[in-house]
């Protein structure tokens, strides 16, 4: 579990991010949404530590990363995994050596050990037979989930995933994201999801925070969402003519059940 408490982040006196506090939870999908420029991303940065907030806590199973050195810090990296929106793979690498890398950065295990985890890490992500590809021999879908494997590959408690939707079409998207949640369940992780796309929300959103100029602005599941009544968060979900027509719908039935229960 990470718990972000009372975090206050400013640049060259404008503040980022305003008091915001949050609890994300194991085996969930912890998404956080906005529009650009609301302060999402540079609060994913101060979560694993690539910036450092001006005050609060960042508790990593009660452990305070804000109070941390650097070797503190590097050992709790590497109880991280990251998913990063252009997958990061290396070119001169084929899928089986990019998942290895880390594993041959970090663990002890031997060679024998290290390839048989990467392996694993493929098969998962249904890729057993690619390892061997290089990734401009692979579709875009293909490498999210060879970077998917090489982010879960030192079997981290705690998963960090920006935009892992970006460049994919709407059903490999809708793939991604089944994959990074059932991965989720399965190994008890902590995942944070930075993402654009509402069809994640609405798929995946086991807890959603949505922020906006800075400020935690709404806080919910995918089933609340729908039915918000803050217009900040329903004027950014319901931008699109399917989205709002979802919601029109849900309000409709909702008005036949009242109608149901008073005959």
């Known amino acids: 579990m990470i718990e972000v408490k009372n975090i206050i982040k400013s640049f060259e006196g404008r503040t980022v991010l305003k008091n915001i506090s949050a609890v994300f939870e194991n085996g969930k999908t912890n998404l956080i949404i906005g529009r650009s420029g609301s302060g999402k991303t540079v609060l994913i940065k101060n979560i694993i530590g690539l910036m450092r907030p001006d005050s609060g806590q960042i ?6 990363l804000t109070s941390m050195g650097k070797a503190e810090l590097k050992a709790l990296r590497k109880e991280m ?7 990061a793979l290396f070119d001169s690498m084929t899928v089986l050596e990019n998942v290895m890398f880390p594993l041959d950065m970090f663990s ?7 390839r048989k985890r990467a392996e694993f890490c493929l098969e998962r992500v249904n890729l057993a ?9 692979i579709s875009g ?6 970077a998917i494997a090489r982010a879960i590959s030192l079997n981290p408690q705690y998963l960090f995933c920006d935009e892992p939707n970006s460049g994919l079409d709407p059903k490999t998207s809708l793939v ?12 008890n992780m902590t995942t944070v999801i930075n993402t654009h796309d509402m069809n994640s929300v ?9 922020i906006r100029e800075g400020i935690k602005e709404w806080e919910g599941n995918k089933e609340q969402v729908i039915t918000s009544d803050n217009k900040a968060l329903n004027d950014f979900i319901f931008a699109s003519d399917l989205f709002r027509k979802v919601k029109e719908v849900e309000e409709e039935e909702l008005k036949e059940g009242h109608k149901g229960i008073n005959n």
Do not use: C, W
């Open 59 to 64: 508790l990593y199973d009660g452990r305070d």
């Open 81 to 87: 995994g990251m998913l990063f929106q252009g997958s």
């Open 108 to 114: 002890n295990d031997s060679a024998k050990e290290r």
């Open 129 to 137: 037979d690619a390892g061997h590809l290089y990734p401009s021999e």
């Open 141 to 146: 879908g293909m490498m999210k989930r060879a």
């Open 176 to 187: 991604i994201d089944d994959l990074i949640h059932d991965i989720t369940v399965e190994f």
């Open 202 to 210: 609405m798929n995946i959103g086991d807890n959603i925070i949505f």
